[in-house]
T-cell receptor
Framework: GAGVSQSPSNKVTEKGKDVELRCDPI?????LYWYRQSLGQGLEFLIY????????KSGLPSDRFSAERTGGSVSTLTIQRTQQEDSAVYLC?????????????FGSGTQLSVL | GDSVTQMEGPVTLSEEAFLTINCTYT??????LFWYVQYPGEGLQLLLK?????DKGSNKGFEATYRKETTSFHLEKGSVQVSDSAVYFC???????????FGTGTRLQVFP
């Protein structure tokens, strides 16, 4: 595809359920990021993948959050035992190479609502 | 640690008005600075960037100058259009890490 694709675009779940959010980066992009955008907050870094290197998980808020990237392409962010404070827009971004001076291409996000 | 502070919105302007959205940062050394924009229903996209002090980033009539002495990167446009209505995010990045640190975003609403 032409851009970063995220699915689903909206997800409503009950507290305590697990959810999986998917990101398809731009083909050939080696770097992939997950950010979280909460109401009234800036974008909060969650996790970063670069090629075959170990991911940078330093932004994950708790051990209920995990992510994987299969085959250097598609990534899945999993939130276990969801809580109401997990409600936010989850954004995925990719870039051609590593480094913050590389232009990031963002998806439209997944709006997660935990009831 | 590194941080970015930007003015709260919404900023409401009439078409052709002058725009300033303030952004200041806290960081050691020489980070790169960015403005990203999120149009309604779309993903964030890079608007402009500056990688060293006194650099001016520009795009689509928007400008921002990297001011190390005031640790600022204010976004300006001389004459806004309705199509500029969006949320604008200031961000900071370093060469040695791969994470961008974003501000909270400023919503701009331009009315005809």
């Amino acid at each position: 595809g032409a851009g970063v694709s995220q699915s689903p675009s909206n997800k409503v779940t009950e507290k305590g359920k697990d959810v999986e959010l998917r990101c398809d980066p731009i083909s050939g992009h080696t770097a992939l990021y997950w950010y979280r955008q909460s109401l009234g907050q800036g974008l909060e870094f969650l996790i970063y993948f670069q090629g075959n290197s170990a991911p940078d998980k330093s932004g994950l808020p708790s051990d209920r959050f995990s992510a994987e990237r299969t085959g250097g392409s598609v990534s899945t962010l999993t939130i276990q035992r969801t809580q109401q404070e997990d409600s936010a827009v989850y954004l995925c971004a990719s870039s051609r190479l590593r480094g913050t001076n590389e232009k990031l291409f963002f998806g439209s996000g997944t709006q997660l609502s935990v009831l | 640690g590194d941080s970015v502070t930007q003015m709260e919105g919404p900023v409401t302007l009439s078409e052709e008005a002058f725009l300033t959205i303030n952004c200041t940062y806290t960081a050691t050394g020489y980070p790169s600075l960015f403005w990203y924009v999120q149009y309604p229903g779309e993903g964030l996209q890079l608007l402009l960037k500056a990688t060293k002090a006194d650099d001016k980033g520009s795009n689509k009539g928007f400008e921002a100058t990297y001011r190390k002495e005031t640790t600022s990167f204010h976004l300006e446009k001389g004459s806004v259009q309705v199509s500029d209505s969006a949320v604008y995010f200031c961000a900071l990045g370093r060469q040695v890490t791969d994470k961008l640190i974003f501000g909270t975003g400023t919503r701009l609403q331009v009315f005809p």
